[in-house]
């Protein structure tokens, strides 16, 4: 298995522009979760899904950010428009049905924003 | 709510065992674990107990649980500069269904030659 594949890898952008960033989850996995990661704030949740549904939102920082999951194999997270303080690694996550199970999430390598 | 708590920084000598504590607050949690994280990398799930457990081995790694407690521990023997890295302790949320985990905020092992 390819794993979770996450594009780009590292993306620079002017204060201002749109960023998409996108995530194809590993094959069979119906949970997916998008997280940033920064030095001051560690490893933080923003959104997650349960069959390509939003279940909590409550990480997301702003309105500025967005995520959508149109089907099992594509979800992308945008920042429309970017700030520096954007700037992080962002991941992606997926895991299988959460009931009664190890529940092991399996991430991407990452996408490094940086917003100048 | 849910919260996850380590220590930030943990130095050793190669050779030498390491040991990564992390202490939970929800005790409904069914499973707790340990992802490496390497340097640019994503997160690496290393191992992972079920809560009926309280030890368990896997070659160089040893986890040790202590539910009344609420405390969870990575040892890693014969440490080796490979294993230098950021280890995240994680326990599912218990609150609900949803595969939710919970994250410490990450220690830095630093394996000096």
């Known amino acids: 298995d390819a794993g979770v594949i996450q594009s780009p890898r590292h993306e620079v952008t002017e204060m201002g522009q749109e960023v998409t960033l996108r995530c194809k989850p590993i094959s069979g996995h119906n949970s997916l979760f998008w997280y940033r990661q920064t030095m001051m704030r560690g490893l933080e949740l923003l959104i997650y899904f349960n069959n390509n549904v939003p279940i909590d939102d409550s990480g997301m920082p702003e309105d500025r950010f967005s995520a959508k999951m149109p089907n099992a194999s594509f979800s992308t997270l945008k920042i429309q428009p970017s700030e520096p303080r954007d700037s992080a690694v962002y991941f992606c996550?997926?895991?299988?049905?959460?009931?009664?199970?190890?529940?092991?999430?399996?991430f991407g390598a990452g996408t490094r924003l940086s917003v100048l | 709510g849910e919260d996850v708590e380590q220590s930030l920084f943990l130095s050793v000598r190669e050779g030498d065992s390491s040991v990564i504590n992390c202490t939970y607050t929800d005790s409904s949690s069914t499973y707790l674990y340990w992802y490496k994280q390497e340097p640019g990398a994503g997160l690496q799930l290393l191992t992972y107990?079920?809560?009926?457990?309280d030890m368990k081995q896997d070659q160089r790694l040893t986890v040790l649980l202590n539910k009344k407690d609420k405390h969870l521990s990575l040892r890693i023997a014969d440490t080796q500069t490979g294993d230098s890295a950021i280890y995240f302790c994680?326990?599912?949320?218990?609150?609900?269904?949803?595969?939710?985990?919970?994250f410490g905020q990450g220690t830095t092992l630093q394996v000096k030659p």
């Open positions: 996550a997926s895991s299988r049905r959460p009931q009664n199970t190890k529940n092991i999430q399996y």
């Open positions: 994680a326990e599912r949320d218990g609150s609900s269904n949803t595969g939710k985990l919970i």
């Open positions: 107990i079920f809560s009926n457990m």
